[in-house]
């Protein structure tokens, strides 16, 4: 039943390590998304996928890429985690950009020792 | 002009009581009004949306009023539950979705 899937829900990872957050979806959704949620905010777009196009949010910081192998995967890397990075981060889908209802995921939590 | 205002920040209601919400936006571009529900430790979930060609959409005991000459809608919540207890934030979209600033919603027995 779960259309939009996110891998691992949680995450723990050292200060400048590498980290990759998976996230696959059975809607067959054109759209991927990912946001950083932090305590008690609303979630930050980060980047989007429109089938293989890529779109950048003017200010995501370059330690974030993300890449969209098919239609159902898409992967965000972290390429050197600060302690600031911590948060939780959510996938998301939509069948098209314009008036479409977003589809989240469960999110990862994502902890930086 | 790109924010959507939201209030209030947090919410306490009686069992039975009429919960409020409401967003305000200044971009007139915005085709699209969702409202978003989520739980501690969940994703966001779609509660209701609407769109701005209709002035109020229900849905069960979930109502969104649309005011599209003052740029204002909200979410009221009919006979509230204590298992509405959740952050509740509205959205607009035009091609992104800009999220208001997010209420936490706590009703009581």
């Known amino acids: 039943d779960a259309m939009v899937i996110q891998n691992p829900r949680y995450q723990v990872t050292q200060f400048g390590k590498p980290v990759t957050l998976s996230c696959s979806q059975t809607?067959?959704?054109?759209?991927m998304y990912w946001y950083q949620q932090k305590s008690s905010q609303a979630p930050k777009l980060l980047f989007h996928?429109?089938?293989?196009?890529?779109?950048n949010e003017a200010d995501t910081p370059d330690n974030f890429q993300s890449r969209r192998p098919n239609t159902s995967f898409c992967f965000l890397d972290i390429r050197s985690p600060g302690l600031g990075d911590a948060a939780m981060y959510l996938c998301a889908t939509s069948r098209d950009v314009q008036q479409e209802t977003q589809y989240f995921g469960p999110g990862t939590r994502l902890l930086v020792l | 002009q790109q924010q959507v205002k939201q209030s209030p920040q947090s919410l306490i209601v009686q069992k039975g009581g009429i919960s409020i919400i409401n967003c305000a936006y200044e971009?007139?571009?915005?085709?699209?009004f969702p409202w978003y529900q989520q739980f501690p430790g969940k994703g966001p979930a779609l509660l209701i949306a609407i769109r701005p060609d209709v002035s109020e959409k229900k849905e069960g005991r979930f109502t969104i009023s649309f005011n599209k000459s003052a740029k204002q809608f909200s979410l009221h919540i009919m006979d509230s539950q204590p298992g509405d207890s959740a952050t509740y934030f509205c959205a607009a979209s035009r091609v992104k979705l800009i999220f208001g600033t997010g209420t936490r919603l706590q009703v009581f027995p």
């Open positions: 971009n007139t571009a915005f085709d699209y």
């Open positions: 809607l067959n959704h054109n759209v």
């Open positions: 996928y429109y089938d293989k196009d890529f779109n």
